[in-house]
């Protein structure tokens, strides 16, 4: 491969006679045939070591050759497995390996290796056997051979004719052939064969022999022979273009083979490959063992070993490794190797397949043709070659037109713009062309290449003519097979020029000649006569003229220019249209108009992030300059520096190389007059760009200038008109007739340049470097006045960049020594004092200087011009910092833009501002909607505002940018609370199109604030804001929260710390007291009023109920359990009270399940107690006071058995079926080994414990066998069987289910009514069961989306089940699952029925896979255990993470395949809540059919709270109520506790473990269902939502802590009775029972739920089925989040006094509703909501006090159904008969579901909805007033409270017909608070004032009212008011 480094090589053998043996061409350079002969043997001598080696026995001749040093190591290479003796007689081998000198020139080592008998000719070691040898004359066959090694050394590449001469020599030692072997080695040397040139040169070594070399036409292009096929057939296609791209991209490639040749020909083949670049790196294709570490180089590499070291190279971790027999490569993971760009790695590969493969084309054809003969393997290397040849050309197209000439003279000096190369082909972003144009390859490529007058050879013709072709005959295979092989035949010529070989003779060893017994050693032979011999023949040369190489060299054809490497050049943004905006704003400006700018800047500004309307800016805007220079006013100046910045910014990394270079001279023009003398020039606004601070931008932009300037040297015609020094490199590279290029004027200046005098020549050199000279001086000003800040306080830009860009620019270690010390005595000798300036100054003046020396040193500038800069420098960044001054100070005092004033947002009540609000931009994030986008509408985001922070949120509130949208307000806002990320950034704003420094804010309410700062916000002030914000989200204690400190200073609380697991009751309890006592809150034991109907405490003692007057009064025995005896002490009454009022209890009274008994009192009939163990949550923290248990398990026996449970959380029951009385209960994940062994004893009903189990797992049996006896079995419902077949099978996702599954698996029972199947189009059957794909299955895997298959999981992968004859194990699992009996003969039925019937499960307990392996229970058990997998915390964490980003992503995504759905998808969102739903519903169904189910998954807090939830809201519409979802919450999330704080990240601890929104799954669960049943649930979506946002808010204190025992501890758990004020903290349902009042927010107007029996839903689970929430992508930016009502109400309010005051209201109420803007149901209101809103108008008109909707509504629904009676009656349509259920429910599905914050529900109504006119307008007319039935005198009193509580405002009414006095909290209740039976009114009798009466009363309206059971005291407003109700009363007394 001798290449062009081999022509160099020899260059200077020019004193060589030719020889007679042949006559080559006059003017070839000739070379010697081979350098060096070696003989190497085994050394003997070194035996010690483990590994033999070998020693250079002899070499010839024995001094070195001038031109060729002898290369050293070369016994190492002789034998790279390393040097050993064997036994046998080994065929001899050869091979080639290759060395590269410390001068890169390649030396080809020829070895041919054969082995003789180990005989020591010196005598070392076999003295004895020597002297008998001698003696007889006989040798004696050898037992141990030694390799010995014949060596050609040559610079020539001539594998196959080196073979022919070792064999020669070695055939004449081996048959002993009378020739002279010192003649044949002498006469290798003196063998001289031209390097290239195509001729034959025939030579003989003089042993007979008559040998031919075939010279190359061309040494530039690489000689394969084959080895390029040979790889390709070895590796494949793929394979080898991997390694291709491997090698151009610099990665390291390793080559392993049993064959040293196979690794040479590899070798060769692959660096052929990468032609015409040539590899630089190191190139060893054969590797000696000794060398082996040199894999470990942190260089590339090309290496060959032997595969026996293939053990040592497995653990290389950054090498591709390539097997060359085994034909696979492989590439570590730590390597990403870089593809080429598309569309050329597609079509490369393409046409690899039609020449390597040509029958694969018509291999499918019927009658394919005639079979063609493949090529042969020399011209399939060749067409192979072609390929690449045509790949590189299409790369490289155009590389000439982007190649910068710095000098001609005296030698050429070329510099390539890579950034315009790859903009220019359109492949910024492709990092594999960056990375090749990186390479050292592509250096020496331009270096090599890029002089535009030099020899050309294949590739120039091809780069420069044949691109085109080769694009137009894409996708046509014969074309392209034609031009491939046109070019593999003149690669071909190239190795093989003449067809006709002449007669070669070269004497062979006779066949098995190694293998002879009797062989002599090689002999040894005799230098003297070899080197007289070579001196004889050199001598013959000495009179012969020198051979001087005569080079055709040509001008360089310059070929095309460079284009996109896709045809698409224009984009959708470069439409006419928007460069007619660009040029109309700038004609504005200059023309002064500023209105017309104003409105068309916005949209210039757009469609400036084009390329060509970038162009078109930088050309319009050099029209309006004259003579280098255009003074603006100061709004011109502003617009057209904002237009500079827009350009700048918009553009990407490279490309901006090109626009920026355009812009520069702009930037010294344009300028505004500051004051007299002062001028302020555009460069100092458009300084914030990295692009200025980028030394590889300078250095391209200053070279462009060089070249323009040299071009205008030389050129003849000098009245050019060359002032347009920025368009020439950019516009039109392509010369015409008229106008030479830089590269046409230097061809011909090179072709002159020998013809010249030296005085000439000189002048030339001198001028070009005067020219390169004068431009550095040019650009030293410009890169000062582009470096050095207006505000030299501010030098951001240098600060930021990296220093390793400058060091690595730099290749000048003199040069830089001068910048340094220039630097150096800059700072001490300046006279500048002020430190910052100082600092500006020094940076600036080592980044010019470094550049200076690069450039300089490069263009070949003299170093008295380059020091004589380095001294200029300091002095022009000094005069510029002065004048500077001036202009910075000027332009502070021009007046400021006005910029839009701060508007402040509303507050909520106790809401307070934290500092001031920080004017900001509000950026468009990746929602389109805001900004446009492809959806069109106005452009609302970027806004112009302020950046609030207050005690409760961030709040933007501003104004949009664009003048063309109006001057709407836009507000986003989120809980600080809720924040899950801030991060810092790097933003563009939009109105000064600058970048500025950003804050991104992430928010769990699913809102990102993106926002940059303005520049009057300093850093400090981001710093403090952030600070402030970290602050209030971690609050260092719950009291700190906004729930609690909202407007009253929170007490210090000083919380109890945390206790290791076994403290002591009596220790925890004081720490509870005392806490409480502190904090001033709890009120444990204090007296109270029961305000639900009472509740009846089955307690035996009745005691006095006082408080906890001593701290010790709570006594517990020492091991920590609880007092069994039937009696409580006074305290804990008193503690009992107030937990009966929770609302666990209220529901476990409403379930009926069982009273709080002790031991002695239990009912026999009752299965379940409540038991008061956990009082004091000594049983378990983290559940609630009283739970529910087994009648027959005792207290005592609780604390054991929940020791085998996590968290102690033991099995209790939270839900029970009405009609089936199955119970549903929860509990923690079983401790230890799990429940598999509590089930092993054989007789499970035993008391009498194994001896090896602990007392807790007996314990623990003993419960669960408790349990089981306490479930219902199972029974029959409405006279029809609920249990259809289910024998076993498996549920195997994905994959038919059929009768050829042979695995008998159990499965869930699902009890599925046989009439579900047939009514219900939301039936389980076709919901859940008809849905296979992913049914419990939770893979860790991402595989839902790579599409695998999830065949892990299964519905139930039970134990195998021996309960049933193996006959029905296969059974058809859809027939039983749509509740049909199983496909078996009709004998057979009742029996398998009765078999169904006798075996159903009576408990199904749901657990983990773990606890449950081996679970392998007696069949009396009548339990049945289903593993389940879930999705575990950290899983739900990362899918929230990808559902935020899918949903509120913070920039629209540059693939257009990220479509919203398809991230969704992604985030696997849907699929947690589809399995979710799914295990509920199988619970839920379980239930129905009469089994109990218990969940023990994970701690019992997570999964399963949803599903416990979820089984309960779909079996019982109870919680399908407001009411009753409010218990749902209360009792299983916050009673039964889940880690709010934790998952939420509340609390400084838990600050980086992530968000984990468990609840928000489950309320989009309860949203999936609300989606399918709108009439089941008495709340509406809204309603939802609203919990979704203030669970995380912190507004409200109902979700902020995690039990009921942390609520206790903190002393909020139970409120205060008596002081109200002292009440600390809101609760949610408070402000929702309060919002609910007001009006129909929260309300369904749909709800109609099915009467009669309970209706259990069945929800289709599909994911298909499933919808995204709209909670998660909708907002408001009129307002902010709809979910502030105190604040709402105030500014709804306020706007309308604004409309009525302002008379310029126009009359019409149309009103443009934006989507993201405005709240569409508030703007929108539904029909019955503004019929409502109406009414209560009307009412006010009337002057009557407004009656509450909800009756309203009641009656109006009652008239409603009435009318639809009737109307059914009279109708005849066959669709009301067939179902008047549906018709009933279809009638009203036409009300909107309702609630202000609501959008996702049309609105409209029309005639044919069901509901007509007529029927509307009841609205009106059925209502009546309030004041008519059953209130004959009503209005407010103060009452006192029972035992001396405070006076108290209340509504009294005196309800005449009851015979009541009844009371209400306000006039607008419907609900009493309590009520006076006045039958047992005794008197009425003025009383007189006491303590505590209301102020400002009079003393004669007080009263007192006396029953039979206690005195009443009142206070009347006044006097006459407290007459007039003793009178009342009296009367009412009276007529009774």
């Given at each position: 491969?001798?290449?062009?480094q ?16 042949s ?11 081979a ?57 001899p ?24 008998a180990e ?11 020597e ?41 004449v ?44 036409l ?12 040979l ?81 040592e ?24 190797l ?69 000098r ?31 390479g ?61 070989m ?68 224009g ?28 409105k ?6 757009r469609a ?18 004259q ?59 458009v ?47 392509i ?33 070009e470097?005067n ?79 470094r ?63 934290v ?23 106005p ?31 836009i ?12 991060k810092?950034?790097s ?75 076994n403290?002591?009751f009596?220790?925890?309890?004081k ?34 109920r006082?408080g906890?007057?001593?701290e ?7 091991d ?23 609302a ?7 379930l ?21 163990a ?7 923290r ?8 087994p ?23 939270c ?34 414990p ?38 076993n ?7 038919a ?64 089940s ?107 969102w ?10 509920a ?29 979820l ?54 669960c309860?949203h999936?269902i ?21 669970y995380?808010s ?39 029972d ?20 309970k209706?259990v ?109 009737t ?16 018709f ?20 409209t ?13 009841t ?79 009079n ?6 009212l ?31």
């Open positions: 491969l001798g290449g062009c081999t022509w160099l090589s020899f260059s200077r053998e020019e004193n060589v006679e030719i020889p007679s043996a006559s080559p061409e006059i003017g070839e350079e000739m070379a010697r045939l350098d060096y002969f070696v003989v190497v043997g085994y050394d003997t001598e070194k035996t010690g070591s483990v590994e033999g080696s070998g020693k250079i026995i002899q070499r010839f001749p024995q001094k070195d050759w001038d031109d060729a040093p002898f290369p050293q190591g070369i016994e190492l290479f002789c034998q790279p497995s390393g040097w050993q003796l064997s036994t046998e007689r080994k065929q081998t050869y091979f080639v390996v290759v060395l590269t000198d410390i001068d890169s020139d390649r030396h080809y080592c020829a070895c041919l290796t054969f082995y003789e005989i020591n000719l010196q005598g070392a070691k076999h003295e004895d056997t002297g008998e040898e001698e003696d007889t004359g006989l040798i004696q066959p050898a037992q141990v051979f030694a390799p010995k090694s014949l060596v050609l050394v040559s610079q020539l590449d001539y594998a196959e004719i080196f073979k022919a001469c070792l064999g020669l020599i070695y055939t030692y081996v048959d002993s052939l009378n020739v002279n072997l010192e003649n044949v080695i002498a006469n290798l040397f003196t063998c001289l064969v031209p390097v290239a040139g195509g001729s034959q040169k025939l030579f003989s070594l003089g042993a007979g022999d008559r040998q031919l070399i075939q010279t190359p061309y040494d530039g292009l690489p000689v394969t022979s084959t080895s390029v096929a790889l390709f057939q070895q590796l494949g296609i793929q394979q080898v273009f991997s390694l291709f791209c491997a090698v151009l991209t610099e990665n390291k490639v390793l080559f392993h083979s049993t064959s040293y040749q196979r690794l040479s020909e590899a070798s060769r083949a692959l660096e052929s490959l990468i032609f015409p670049l040539k590899y630089s790196y190191p190139y060893i294709p054969i590797l000696p063992a000794r060398l082996l570490e040199v894999l470990s180089s942190p260089t590339p590499f090309i290496i060959g070993v032997h595969s026996v070291f293939q053990s190279i497995n653990d290389l971790l950054d090498v591709i490794v390539a097997d060359l027999d085994g034909g696979t490569i492989k590439i570590p993971e730590c390597i990403h870089s593809q080429l760009p598309e569309p050329l790695l597609h079509q490369t590969q393409a046409a690899l397949s039609l020449v390597i493969h040509p029958d694969l084309e018509v291999a499918d054809y019927a009658f394919p043709p005639a079979r063609t003969a493949p090529s042969n393997l020399r011209l399939l290397d060749k067409e192979v070659r072609a390929v690449f040849l045509r790949l590189f050309a299409q790369l490289f197209q155009g590389y000439r037109s982007c190649l910068q000439l710095i001609i003279h005296p030698e050429p000096v070329i510099h390539f713009h890579k950034a315009a190369f790859l903009g220019q082909r359109g492949l910024v972003e492709n990092d594999f062309l960056t990375k090749v144009l990186d050292m390859a592509f250096a020496g490529f331009v270096s090599e290449r890029g002089p535009p007058y030099r020899s050309c050879d294949l590739f120039d013709d091809l780069v420069a003519f044949d691109v085109e072709r080769i694009k137009t005959e894409e996708g046509i295979p014969p074309k392209m097979l034609k031009h491939i092989r046109e070019l593999a035949e003149q690669l071909y010529k190239n190795e093989n020029p003449n067809p006709h002449a007669f070669q003779k070269v004497p062979k060893p006779t066949e098995g000649s190694h293998m002879r017994v009797h062989v002599l050693p090689f002999p040894k032979i005799n230098e003297d006569k070899v080197q007289a011999l070579l001196q004889e023949g050199l001598s013959k040369h000495l009179n012969s003229p020198p051979a001087v190489r005569v080079e055709k060299k040509c001008i360089v054809p310059a070929g095309p220019p460079v284009v996109s490497i896709m045809d698409r050049m984009s959708i943004f470069n439409s006419a249209r928007r460069l007619e905006v660009v040029r109309n704003c700038i004609s504005y400006i200059f023309e002064n108009k500023v209105l017309e700018t104003e068309t800047l916005p949209a210039a500004l400036l992030k084009g390329r060509v309307a970038r162009q078109c800016l930088i050309q319009e805007l050099s029209l309006h300059v003579q280098n220079r255009a003074i603006l006013d100061h709004q011109q100046f502003d617009y057209t520096v904002r237009m500079m910045n827009c350009a700048l910014q918009d553009c990407s990394t490279s490309e901006e190389y090109c626009v920026a270079a355009t812009l520069l001279p702009l930037t010294t023009a344009f300028y505004r007059k500051l004051a007299t003398g002062v001028n302020q020039f555009a460069y100092t606004c300084q914030d760009h990295h692009v200025w601070a980028n030394q590889q931008f300078w250095e391209a932009t200053f070279y462009n200038d060089v070249q323009n300037q040299i071009r205008a040297l030389y050129l003849t015609s000098r009245n050019e008109n060359f002032v347009t020094n920025f368009k020439q490199k950019d516009k039109d590279p010369p015409t007739e008229h106008e030479k290029t830089a590269m046409d004027i230097a061809a011909e200046q090179l072709r002159l340049w020998p013809t010249l005098h030296k005085e000439k020549q000189q002048e030339l050199e001198k001028g470097e020219t390169v000279f004068s431009q550095a001086i040019h650009y030293s000003q410009l890169m000062v006045y582009l470096l050095v800040p207006l505000d030299t306080s501010k030098n951001k830009l240098l600060r930021n960049a990296t220093t390793g860009d400058w060091e690595s620019g730099s290749n000048s270690f003199v040069t830089n020594s001068i910048a340094g010390s220039v630097a150096e005595s800059y700072d001490t000798e300046s006279g500048f004092e002020d430190a910052e300036n100082n600092d500006v100054a020094n940076s600036v003046i080592r980044f010019i200087t550049f200076i020396d690069k450039v300089c040193t490069e263009s070949g500038v003299t170093q008295d011009h380059i020091k004589n800069l380095h001294c200029m420098i300091p002095g022009i960044v000094a005069m510029h910092i002065e004048t500077l001054e001036a202009v910075h100070r000027e332009s502070r005092r021009l007046p400021p833009i006005q910029k839009p004033k701060i508007l402040r947002p509303a507050l909520l009540p106790g809401e307070e501002f500092g001031e609000g920080l004017r900001v931009v509000l950026d468009s994030d990746g929602r389109e909607e805001a900004s446009g986008g492809t959806l069109g509408g452009h609302i985001l970027p806004a112009e505002g302020a950046l609030f922070l207050t005690t409760y949120r961030i709040i933007f509130k501003g104004t949009p940018h664009d003048p063309l949208v109006g001057e709407q307000t507000v986003r806002s989120f809980p600080i609370a809720s924040m899950t990320k801030e810092k950034i933003i563009q704003n939009q109105l000064q199109q600058n970048m500025q420094e950003g804050l991104q804010i992430r928010s769990a309410t699913f809102q990102i604030i993106k926002v940059a700062f303005d520049e009057e916000v300093t850093s400090e002030m981001v710093e403090i804001f952030k600070k402030h914000i970290v602050k209030f989200r971690y609050p260092q204690s719950v009291f700190n929260t906004f729930a609690f400190a909202a407007g009253q200073n929170a007490p210090q609380i000083i919380l109890p710390k945390q206790k290791e697991k403290t002591s009596r220790t925890l309890s720490n509870i007291v005392k806490s409480a006592k502190k904090a001033g809150k709890m009120t444990i034991g204090r007296q109270y009023t029961v305000k639900k109907k009472p509740i009846v405490l089955t307690i035996d003692e009745r005691g006095n006082s906890w007057n001593e010790d009064d709570i006594s517990a025995s020492d920590g359990e609880l007092p069994t005896s039937s009696t409580l002490k006074a305290s804990e009454k008193s503690t009992m009270e107030q937990l009966v009022e929770r666990c209890f209220r529901d476990y009274q409403r009926g399940l069982g009273t709080i008994s002790a031991s002695s009192s239990r009912s026999k009939t009752e299965h379940f107690r409540i038991t008061a956990n009082r004091m949550y000594l049983l378990c983290s559940y609630p006071g009283l739970l529910v248990v009648q027959s398990v005792l207290d005592s026996s609780l604390q054991k058995v929940a020791r085998c449970y996590r968290h102690n959380r033991l099995p209790v029951v839900w029970k079926h009405s009609k089936t009385k199955a119970v549903l209960l929860r509990s923690g994940g079983f401790h230890g080994k799990g429940v598999a062994g509590l089930f092993k004893s054989q007789n499970p009903h035993s008391a009498a194994v001896s090896s189990e602990s007392s807790s797992s007996i314990e623990q049996e003993k419960y669960l066998q408790a349990l089981l006896n306490a479930v219902p079995s199972f029974s029959k419902m409405n006279g029809s069987n609920t249990l259809t077949g289910h024998p099978v498996t549920f195997s996702p994905d994959t289910i059929d009768k050829r599954s042979s695995r008998t698996t159990s499965v869930v029972k699902q009890m599925v009514p046989p009439h579900l199947d047939v009514h219900l189009p939301n039936s389980f059957t076709r919901g859940v069961l008809g849905y296979r794909d992913k049914l419990f299955t939770h893979s860790q895997q991402k595989s839902a989306v790579k599409g695998r298959v999830f065949n892990q999981g299964m519905w139930a992968s039970l134990r195998s021996n309960r049933f004859n193996t006959q029905f194990s296969t059974t058809d699992v859809g027939a039983r699952l749509a509740g049909k009996e199983s496909p078996v003969t009709a004998g057979n039925d009742n029996t398998l029925q009765n078999q169904l019937l006798k075996h159903q499960a009576a408990l199904y307990l749901f657990g983990e896979k773990s606890q449950l392996r081996g679970f392998k229970p007696d069949l009396a058990i009548n339990c049945e255990l289903i593993p389940v997998d879930y999705c575990d915390i950290r899983q739900v964490k990362a899918s929230f993470k990808k559902l935020m980003r899918a949903c509120v992503p913070s920039t629209i995504p540059n693939d257009a395949d990220m479509t919203l759905y398809r991230l969704l998808g992604e985030s696997e849907l699929l947690q809540i589809h399995r979710i739903l799914q295990l519903v199988v619970m839920a169904e379980l239930l129905e059919s009469g089994s109990s189910v218990m969940v023990s998954l994970e701690d019992g807090m997570d999964i399963t709270t949803q599903v416990v939830s089984v309960q809201l779909l079996c019982d519409p109870f919680y399908r109520t407001l009411e009753g979802f409010k218990i749902l919450i209360e009792k299983e999330w916050l009673s039964f506790g889940h880690k709010f704080s934790q998952r939420s990240n509340l609390t400084p601890n838990s600050q980086g473990s992530g968000f984990a929104p468990v609840f928000l799954q489950f309320l989009d309860v999936q609300h989606h399918q049943y709108p009439m089941e649930f008495e709340f509406n979506q809204y309603y939802l939502k609203f919990l979704a946002y203030h995380v912190n507004r409200y204190k109902t979700f902020l802590l995690d039990s009921d025992y942390e609520r206790l501890e903190h002393g909020i758990l139970f409120e205060d009775k008596v002081d109200k004020q002292a009440k600390k903290g809101i609760c949610i349902w408070e402000c929702i309060r919002i609910h009042k007001k009006g129909p927010v929260f309300f369904s107007y749909l709800y109609s739920p099915e009467e009669g029996e209706h839903l069945r929800p289709c689970i599909n994911i298909s089925a499933l919808k995204k929430w709209d909670y998660y992508t909708g907002e408001t930016l009129s307002s902010g989040p709809s979910y502030e009502w105190d604040m709402v109400t105030v500014k709804a309010s306020a706007t309308e006094e604004l409309e009525q005051t302002d008379g310029s209201v126009p009359q019409t109420h149309r009103k443009v509703v934006w989507p993201c803007y405005d709240n569409v149901s508030k703007v929108q209101p539904d029909a019955i909501t503004k019929l409502l809103e109406e009414i209560e108008r009307l009412e006010n008109e009337l002057s009557q006090s407004p009656e509450w909707w909800k009756p309203i509504w009641d009656r109006l629904k009652v008239n409603l159904k009435e009318d639809l009676k109307e059914q009656t009279r109708a005849a349509s066959s669709l009301m008969a067939s179902n008047m259920q549906s009933q429910r279809r009638s009203m599905l036409h009300l909107a579901d309702n609630g202000i914050g609501e959008n996702d529900q049309s609105t109504t029309s005639p044919s909805n069901g509901v007509n006119t007529r029927r509307a307008a609205l009106y007319n059925q209502f009546s007033s309030k004041d008519v039935e059953n209130r004959s005198f009503e209005g407010v009193l103060y009452k006192r409270g029972a035992l001396l509580k405070g006076w108290k405002p209340r509504w009294f009414v005196l309800d005449v017909t009851k015979h009541q006095l009844r009371y209400y909290d306000t006039g607008e209740d419907t609900n009493p608070r309590g009520f006076i039976d006045l039958a047992e009114v005794e008197s009425v009798i003025p009383a007189s004032s006491t303590i505590g009466a209301p102020k400002h009363s003393e004669r309206a007080f009263f007192d006396k029953t039979s059971r206690r005195v009443y005291n009142f206070c009347a407003q006044d006097v006459q008011v407290a007459q007039q109700w003793m009178d009342k009363i009296q009367n009412c007394i009276s007529d009774a």
